[in-house]
């Protein structure tokens, strides 16, 4: 579904990523881990359009995207949930999920993608009128993925959605991005928890300093001496 090909991402004179290469087959989970400042992002933010790159292809579905503006990328199947969660604090859960489905003209349509959103988080149904920012920091992620499935997205990017939740909401979360695959939308995962990670994907690319280190089954890197040592703290 996706393959980005030697890709090379610079912020001004600084080159983040340097030359790096991921295949994400349809249907599957492909994670992304690695230290803080090893490119990760840098890579979700190129795939998206945030980021224009300098050297390198991007293709979605066969057809290249580098280059194009978010906007088109979105339209094309392709949704970012921001590390962070960045939902809208002001505005109600109802609202920020009709701010993700901003692509979609037709009322009945917004209707029926808000309510499979309900259907994957109820709690979001039971808040529906409250403000954005006055939820638990594990129900403004689940909203957060939620606005991003309002473009039923083919391929969904989750940066660091783990990121401060307690261990509890991280094992809930875990199951409900796996219950959105089993859906039919294909996962890119970066996250700093690798081993909720490795164990929920398919394939891993560990990410050196804007390079892919090491790639391969999440299985084998699991038991892979350096991540053990160096991410899984084993």
């Known amino acids: ?74 339209r094309r199947g392709i949704a970012p949930c921001p590390e962070g969660r960045r939902v809208w604090p002001q505005m109600s859960v109802l609202e920020n999920l009709e701010m993700g489905g901003y692509t979609v003209s037709a009322a009945t349509e917004l209707q029926r993608r808000i309510e499979a959103v309900f259907a994957h988080f109820p709690i979001l149904a039971d808040r529906q009128t409250q403000k954005a920012g006055s939820l638990s920091g594990g129900e403004q992620q689940m909203l957060a993925i939620g606005r991003a499935l309002m473009a039923r997205p083919k391929l969904l990017l989750l940066d660091e959605p783990s990121l401060g939740l307690a261990p509890i909401v991280v094992e809930r979360l875990a199951e409900i991005i796996k219950g959105i695959r089993a859906a039919g939308t294909t996962i890119v995962l970066v996250e700093q928890n690798a081993f909720m990670a490795l164990n929920m994907a398919d394939h891993g690319y560990v990410l050196e300093v804007g390079r892919v280190a090491l790639a391969g089954p999440a299985r084998d890197l699991l038991r892979n001496d350096t991540v053990r040592k160096s991410y899984l703290g084993i």
């Open 1 to 74: 579904m996706l393959k980005v090909v030697d890709l090379e991402t610079s912020y001004g004179r600084l080159k983040a990523l340097h030359g790096v290469s991921i295949d994400v087959p349809a249907g599957s989970i492909v994670t992304l881990i690695g230290a803080n400042g090893a490119g990760k992002t840098t890579l979700l933010h190129s795939i998206v359009g945030v980021l224009r790159p300098t050297a390198g292809e991007i293709l979605f579905e066969g057809a290249r995207i580098d280059g194009r503006p978010p906007w088109d990328i979105v």
